[in-house]
């Protein structure tokens, strides 16, 4: 009889967990159910809503909302042929993160066009960390404002940790009138979070406005990454953003207010990323602003421009620092002075080593032999420079250290198509004088800058 009894519990037992196991399903869209929206309201974490091609519109088809659930929405054939169309509806966007999503909650494969929204106006993350994965986000307009954080006409995220991978953020706007510089037209924008946002092997393209820009102690890892042709800043660091996790492996070009720029930020790491034809009044290829630190290694900055000062770099930092280790800074301009480097670090310094500064001009010397301009205290060792202790200008009484340095040209294979690689007597090579990535592998930049990508293993010839 007990027997019977625990023989009838144990399968009670087993009947309320078989009731309770849920079995991750696939939903189709439109075959199951007529919109997105109606596929994720029917979906339960672990599901996939899968969307078959064509142009998705109105009520349902925008302003779609996860809810906080933990699943994968998915095109069935890419981005190209599955497409979220806002059709420039005021108010409206592509898709909502709101309910503390997490990188389970995964968009995978969809155009999303023609958005218009204050914060957003493609897709609009808050408190949550989706994964966006092989979208195009493109055509979106960001009406709101709010301070230098105005936009996000592709994304924006707030407090967030998302996951952006193989996605083209381009062609977006935050007001939709195309006004260099103004702030409220950005790619994309990381406003006031303690967040660790990533964005990888994504482009970001085309923007009416910044590239990316991160206020507010924000970290975002930018990995393998091209920011070009935006019509600002490529990528702007502001308001004490955090930079815990560095800029690598990037390619920032043809930018038109300057490849990278940091104000107010505690440090920002540069590591094995090309950066060249940019264009911007102080800094070219970087501008780092007082209070700031910056640290660049292994990167070319090649072929930038400033209307005054600094056309690879401008430290104008009293109380923030520079470090610039195994760069190549070449055939960058400044109208004014400084065509590789203009630097005023009066309670700070800066730093240059194992790098060539070679091939840069300043217009308001008529020659190179501004290459470096500097006030405050400096330390120069292992380098080639162009003219060498005449091509640096700087206050006599400046606390200045210059070690080790040579004026012979680096001999570069073909700086003219941008290969920078060295010959095989080139008298920078025994230095160590020349950018590489971390593997070993130097940096290229070929076509000016229409291409960019890593040269297979150097082999002398």
Not at 345 to 357: D, K, T
Not at 449 to 455: A, E, H, L, N, T
Request: proline share 3%.
């Amino acid at each position: 009889m007990n027997n019977r009894r625990s023989y009838c519990f144990i399968c009670i037992v087993l009947c309320v967990l078989c009731l309770n196991i849920s079995f991750a399903v696939t939903i189709y869209v439109p075959s199951d159910q007529p919109t997105i929206q109606a596929g994720i309201d029917a979906a339960q974490d672990g599901d996939t809503v899968l969307v078959a091609d064509g142009t998705y519109k109105g009520e349902g088809n925008v302003n779609i909302d996860f809810m906080g659930k933990e699943i994968t929405i998915k095109s069935a054939n890419g981005a190209n042929t599955t497409i979220v169309d806002c059709q420039s509806t005021p108010e409206t966007r592509g898709f909502i993160f709101q309910n503390q999503e997490t990188n389970k909650a995964v968009l995978e494969g969809f155009t999303i066009r023609n958005g218009i929204h204050d914060f957003g106006g493609g897709i609009h993350i808050y408190d949550a960390s989706p994964t966006i994965n092989n979208c195009v986000i493109s055509d979106n307009e960001a009406t709101g404002k709010l301070l230098r954080t105005d936009g996000g006409g592709g994304i924006y995220l707030y407090n967030s940790d998302a996951i952006i991978l193989d996605c083209i953020i381009s062609n977006n706007n935050g007001t939709g009138i195309l006004i260099a510089g103004d702030w409220d037209k950005d790619g994309i924008v990381l406003r006031e979070t303690r967040a660790e946002p990533s964005i990888l092997n994504s482009k970001i393209l085309d923007n009416d406005g910044k590239g990316v820009f991160c206020t507010n102690f924000v970290s975002p890892l930018i990995n393998q990454c091209i920011v070009s042709q935006n019509t600002d800043t490529g990528i702007e660091y502001n308001h004490h953003a955090r930079t815990e996790t560095p800029i690598t492996n990037c390619t920032i070009t043809r930018n038109m207010d300057g490849g990278i720029a940091v104000h107010e930020v505690s440090a920002l790491e540069i590591k094995n990323s090309i950066i060249t034809f940019n264009e911007a009044k102080d800094g070219g290829g970087i501008y780092c602003s007082p209070t700031s630190v910056l640290y660049a290694y292994n990167c070319i900055i090649a072929e930038n421009t400033a209307t005054r000062e600094g056309g690879g770099i401008t430290v104008d930092s009293t109380r923030g620092s520079a470090e610039i280790v195994n760069c190549t800074i070449t055939r960058n301009i400044a109208h004014e002075r400084g065509g590789a480097v203009s630097a005023f670090v009066e309670f700070g310094g800066l730093e240059i080593n194992n790098s060539i500064v070679w091939g840069n001009n300043s217009f308001g010397t008529h020659d190179e032999l501004s290459a470096i301009s500097i006030f405050g205290r400096t330390v120069i060792k292992s380098c080639v420079i162009r003219h060498g202790l005449d091509g640096i200008g700087r206050e006599p009484d400046d606390w200045f250290v210059y070690e080790n340095n040579i004026d012979e040209d680096p001999l570069f294979i073909d700086p003219e198509n941008g290969d920078f690689r060295l010959m095989e007597n080139s008298p920078a090579a025994a230095m160590g004088a020349n950018a590489i990535f971390s593997d070993g592998n130097p940096l290229t930049v070929t076509a000016k800058g229409k291409r960019i990508s890593k040269w297979a293993e150097f082999k002398r010839r």
